[in-house]
């Protein structure tokens, strides 16, 4: 069973910087995407990043391009998301999430959350003035 553990989360002030992390266990991710999403209270979820496990094809919502940055550690099964100059527009619950045949299809499915199979409890963000 696949499972993804999120960490990192808390309290910053706006301009501050977090890394999230998720630790992700139960197969072998070389044909996965693993990507992260977000929920703020009375929104839609939305999507903020993603990456192909091999080769570390990136994509990256609007909102958060050149603040944000995903990566992964393939030898610790880990991803990351390092998130700078945070706004409280950033507050929200962050989730991990992986989906299993992400390596087939091209970097603008990365975004879709209905392709993901596996998701992760979420770890809470919180941006203040």
């Known amino acids: 069973q696949v499972q993804l553990v999120e960490s990192g989360g808390g309290l910053v002030q706006a301009g501050g910087s977090l890394r999230l992390s998720c630790a992700a266990s139960?197969?072998?991710?070389?044909?996965?995407?693993l990507g992260w999403f977000r929920q703020a209270p009375g929104k839609e979820r939305e999507f903020v990043a993603g990456i192909r496990w091999n080769g570390g094809t990136t994509s990256y919502a609007d909102s958060v391009k050149e603040r944000f940055t995903i990566s992964r550690d393939t030898a610790k099964n880990t991803v990351y998301l390092q998130m700078n100059t945070l706004s409280p527009e950033d507050t929200a619950v962050y989730y991990c999430?992986?989906?299993?045949?992400?390596?087939?299809?091209?970097?603008?499915?990365?975004?879709?959350?209905?392709?993901?199979?596996?998701w992760g409890q979420g770890t809470q963000v919180t941006v203040s003035l």
């Open positions: 999430a992986a989906d299993k045949g992400g390596y087939y299809r091209g970097r603008y499915t990365y975004s879709q959350g209905e392709n993901y199979d596996f």
């Open positions: 139960g197969t072998t991710f070389s044909m996965y995407v």
